[in-house]
């Protein structure tokens, strides 16, 4: 996914008031729910979730292959 779409999405979902879970699948196939938005830290074009469990997931803009929630009705892949 290229970076400044990734920051973008990532942003806006983490911003939607009311907050609104949502899914980052990456490109194995992986899917991890943001529950929380303080759940995500962003920065230029990679992230860090907390799983369940508080386990950290790092994640970067060139594996992640969607970003799945209702943002306008639609998702973004790469």
């Not at 999405?9 to 729910?33: L, M």
């Amino acid at each position: 996914m290229d970076r400044d779409k990734f920051n973008s999405t990532i942003r806006a979902f983490k911003h939607r008031t009311p907050y609104q879970p949502f899914t980052i699948a990456v490109v194995n196939g992986d899917r991890y729910e943001v529950d929380y938005p303080d759940a995500l830290a962003l920065g230029d074009g990679k992230s860090v979730l907390l799983a369940p469990g508080n386990v950290p997931v790092f994640l970067d803009h060139e594996g992640v292959s969607q970003i799945i929630g209702d943002l306008a009705g639609r998702s973004l892949e790469s």
